[in-house]
C-alpha cells in the first residue's frame, strides 16, 4: 500500500504547532523532506523547536508565510508531491484585508489549494479539519441524528448551547475553510487529490513546551478549569458527545493519507466517541485525591454513535483508546508542571 518516501518532500503548514510539530517529526522519522512554515521566523523557540529534530538538518526546511497573507505560501508548496494544511486562524490580525478570521481561513484554504494546482508537483492535499463541523445535529435544531459519519454538516444558522463568540468562529471557519477545499477535490482540478481529516478533540504527549489547549481541555475536570470546561462541554452540546483522539494517532492518520495510492474525499478522524461524564467518571475513580465536582459526573447522556468506518476500511488501524489518550493527556500536563497534576 505505501509509495516511497525516501526523498519525497512534502508541506506542513503551521509546523510549529501542536499537531503540526508532531506531524513534521513523524514525516522525518521516516525519511520525507519537509517544507514547514511558520508565521515567524525570529520566534526562536518555535524555530529551534523544530531545527532540534532528529533529521532536522539534513532534510527541514523552514519557510515563513502567515494564513493573512496566504499567498506566502507558495514557495514552500514549490516542488513538494503533498501538502498537509494544518494551520488556523484563531485570533483576527486587525487592520488585514480579512474582517475575521473565518474570512482569513476560507481565502487561505482557496490560495493554498490554488498553490498546489499551480505548482504542477503537488499530487494530494490533505487539509486537519475538525470535528465541529460535522454536527449530527437536525437542521431545524430539534435534536441529534442517530449517527455522526461524514455525511454530517454543521448547520451554522443555529445557535449552540456553551458556546462563545470565539468558539463560534472556531466552528464557521473550520466549517467553511473544509468546504473550500473539498470543492477543488472535483473533476475540474483533475490530477490533485484532496482529502479532509475532520479530527476529534487532540489529546496525548506534546513537543511544545507548554500544554496544548485541547490537552488543557481534556483534563479540565482535574484542574476545575471553568474556560477550558465550557469549550469540553461546547463540543458536547454541538457533537452530542465528544469524539477524541491521540496525536499519534491523528499524525499517522495524515501519513496514511499520502501513503495510501489513491484516497480523496472527507474522513473523519476519532478513536472514541465519549460523554463529558465518562471522562469525568474515569478521573473519579482513577484519581480520587482531586476530588472531581458532582456537577462533572452528571453530564447528558445521549445514544448517538460514531458511524464513521470511512478511514478504517481503507486500512487505518487506530493505536490508541479512551484511558491512554487520558492517561497521556495527564502524563502530558504533568510534565509541564500544571498545577495540582
Not at 478522524?269 to 458532582?294: D, L, R, T
Request: hydrophobic share 40%; net charge negative; charged share 20%.
Amino acid at each position: 500500500m505505501g509509495m516511497s518516501s525516501f526523498g519525497c518532500k512534502v508541506c506542513v503548514t503551521g509546523g510549529a504547532g501542536y499537531i503540526g510539530s508532531w506531524l513534521v517529526k513523524k514525516l522525518l522519522q521516516k525519511g520525507y523532506t519537509v517544507h514547514a512554515t511558520l508565521r515567524n521566523l525570529d520566534d526562536v523557540s518555535k524555530v529551534s523547536l523544530l531545527k532540534s529534530l532528529p533529521d532536522a538538518d539534513a532534510r527541514l526546511v523552514l519557510f515563513e508565510a502567515d494564513i493573512y497573507n496566504p499567498i506566502e505560501f507558495e514557495s514552500a508548496i514549490e516542488g513538494c508531491e503533498f501538502v498537509f494544511h494544518v494551520a488556523t486562524p484563531l485570533q483576527h490580525t486587525e487592520n488585514s484585508q480579512y474582517k475575521n478570521t473565518t474570512e482569513a481561513a476560507i481565502a487561505g484554504a482557496k490560495s493554498i489549494a490554488e498553490s498546489c494546482l499551480k505548482s504542477g508537483t503537488v499530487k494530494r492535499l490533505i487539509y486537519t479539519a475538525s470535528v465541529v463541523a460535522a454536527s449530527p445535529l437536525k437542521e431545524d435544531g430539534s435534536g441529534f441524528g442517530d449517527f455522526m459519519d461524514e455525511t454530517c454538516w454543521t448547520p451554522l444558522h443555529l445557535s449552540f448551547a456553551c458556546s462563545n463568540v470565539h468558539l463560534k468562529a472556531y466552528v464557521d471557519s473550520k466549517t467553511l475553510a473544509e468546504r473550500e477545499i473539498l470543492s477543488y477535490g472535483n473533476s475540474k482540478n483533475a490530477g490533485l487529490e484532496v482529502v479532509t481529516l475532520a479530527c476529534g478533540l487532540v489529546g496525548g504527549d506534546a513537543l511544545l513546551s507548554f500544554t496544548p489547549l485541547s490537552v488543557a481541555v481534556f483534563i479540565c475536570q482535574l484542574t476545575s478549569s471553568a474556560i477550558e470546561y465550557q469549550s469540553l462541554r461546547f463540543l458536547e452540546e454541538l457533537l452530542g458527545k465528544i469524539p477524541i483522539i491521540h496525536i499519534d494517532d491523528v499524525c499517522d492518520a495524515h501519513i496514511f493519507c499520502i501513503e495510501n495510492p489513491s484516497i480523496n474525499g472527507r474522513f473523519l478522524c476519532a478513536s472514541s466517541f465519549v460523554s463529558s461524564a465518562e471522562i469525568a467518571s474515569y478521573y473519579q475513580q482513577h484519581y480520587p485525591k482531586f476530588q472531581v465536582k458532582p456537577e462533572y459526573l452528571d453530564g447528558p447522556t445521549r445514544e448517538i454513535g460514531l458511524g464513521s468506518t470511512k478511514l478504517i476500511e481503507k486500512g487505518f488501524v487506530y493505536k490508541y483508546d479512551t484511558k491512554m489518550i487520558l492517561e497521556d493527556c495527564i502524563k502530558c500536563a504533568r510534565t509541564r508542571g500544571d498545577t495540582g497534576l
